[in-house]
């Protein structure tokens, strides 16, 4: 099934059973066409009667017994594809709520971490989002002795569906641009605010230079995670980083962007590999490996922060988040204009060049559309950037007081 591979016109080299997203899509439209709807109040009778009314009776028993087979898997299949409802904080069969959180105009509940310095004294104000698979207690936030340092205030929020904030089902890339900016006035952050997302969070920092530019005082994208169909992306170009996943990652990726409604399944199945983020097993370099050996102390908190994610349920926190993020998008970000146009704030993006996760010649690309970027590329570093203590320093500093940071490896 992997052995043959060819290019489809979206430029990516695929198995010929993802090569078009009619193949992807044929089971859904079994389920909603007229002639094959099933009838629970019927049975199954009713839908076997209503594909062999519609059979040439030449075709004899094989063709009959493929349809009873073909029944009994979808039968069987349907309820599998239904991911389970999601298990909402504070209600009464849900988690119990821990922490602070605030009611949204729509009467979702977002939940938040404050760090650093007060924010009726911080000289920088900025609303991080956080990774995939990560939470407000993202460990990318820099310390408190830095925060310190620099007059900065920080606050984490869990993104929709993650930790205790509350699922959105019909999430987007602009919604969570607009949490983000209702956050940030719910607690008083003033007319304008920077706004920070490392890897899949990047994603919100797109949405914000989108679709709020006019409240940002800065931005910073921390080797975010892009979405291989931006129709800015040369087809050369996007097919040598998707090459370069895992493929059980490219096949993840595909379902993600063709056929949503399969990803639960996809990825909670025990046939073949998921998600590699998912199953805990990421494609990792060198550079992130070391950086892993020396996170003892996150790595021993990690089991927890991870059960802590999917608290309400693995659907609206990893799930929803590979639907948005891999999905079809309303803008393509090397579409955009430049947000300070008279110099008043800036607009940064650190990549490193051994991310294996994110290849980096897809930065490159973006930063060269988008001139108006601080680029800058980090040699021998990999996706785990922000756990690199001394990167993080020089992140945090360098973004919020624009002067270069050299780096000081302990």
Same mark, same amino acid.
């Given at each position: ?7 489809? #016109? ?40 209503? %594909? ?55 009467? =979702? ?5 404050? @760090?650093?310095?007060?924010?009726? /004294? ?45 699922? @959105? ?42 679709? %709020?530019?006019? =409240? ?22 996007? /097919? ?10 490219? !096949? ?12 639960? !399944?996809?990825?909670?199945?025990? !046939? ?25 102390? @996150?790595? #021993? ?110």
């Amino acid at each position: 099934m992997f052995a043959t591979t060819f290019p489809t #016109s979206f430029g990516f080299y695929v198995s010929p059973f993802i090569q078009t997203p009619t193949l992807l899509t044929s089971a859904k439209s079994l389920y909603s066409s007229n002639k094959f709807k099933f009838n629970p109040k019927k049975g199954l009778n009713h839908l076997q009667d209503s %594909i062999f009314c519609h059979s040439n009776s030449s075709q004899g028993m094989l063709g009959k017994v493929l349809v009873v087979l073909l029944i009994a898997g979808l039968a069987w299949a349907f309820p599998a594809l239904q991911p389970p409802p999601p298990r909402i904080c504070g209600s009464p069969d849900g988690p119990t709520v821990t922490g602070p959180r605030i009611k949204l105009r729509d009467g =979702r509940h977002l939940a938040y971490k404050e @760090h650093g310095v007060s924010k009726e /004294t911080a000289k920088y104000k900025v609303v991080y989002a956080h990774s995939f698979s990560a939470t407000k207690y993202d460990s990318a936030v820099a310390p408190l002795e830095t925060l310190e340092e620099l007059g900065a205030y920080v606050v984490s929020f869990d993104r929709p569906g993650y930790g205790e904030s509350d699922p @959105h089902p019909k999430r987007t890339i602009q919604t969570t641009a607009l949490d983000m900016e209702e956050l940030a006035d719910q607690l008083g952050l003033g007319p304008k605010f920077y706004v920070m997302g490392y890897s899949m969070g990047g994603h919100s920092v797109w949405g914000c230079l989108k679709y %709020i530019p006019n =409240r940002l005082a800065g931005a910073a994208l921390v080797a975010p995670v892009v979405n291989y169909w931006w129709p800015n992306f040369p087809a050369n170009i996007s /097919t040598e980083g998707y090459n370069l996943q895992l493929p059980q990652d490219q !096949w993840a990726l595909r379902v993600a962007h063709y056929a949503p409604w399969l990803v639960y !399944w996809w990825n909670t199945q025990k !046939w073949f590999p998921c998600n590699s983020v998912i199953s805990g097993k990421p494609k990792m370099s060198p550079q992130d490996l070391e950086v892993v050996s020396k996170s003892a102390k @996150h790595l #021993s908190k990690r089991p927890k922060l991870k059960e802590y994610a999917v608290k309400q349920g693995v659907f609206e926190s990893l799930h929803r988040d590979m639907m948005v993020g891999f999905g079809k998008w309303d803008f393509d970000p090397m579409d955009l204009k430049n947000p300070f146009p008279n110099g008043e704030g800036s607009v940064h993006l650190w990549h490193g060049d051994e991310d294996w996760v994110v290849p980096v010649m897809l930065q490159r690309y973006v930063a060269e559309r988008l001139p108006w970027i601080q680029y800058h590329e980090m040699p021998n570093v990999g996706h785990l950037v922000m756990h690199d203590p001394a990167m993080n320093e020089v992140i945090w500093k360098t973004f919020l007081t624009g002067e270069e940071e050299q780096i000081v490896h302990s």
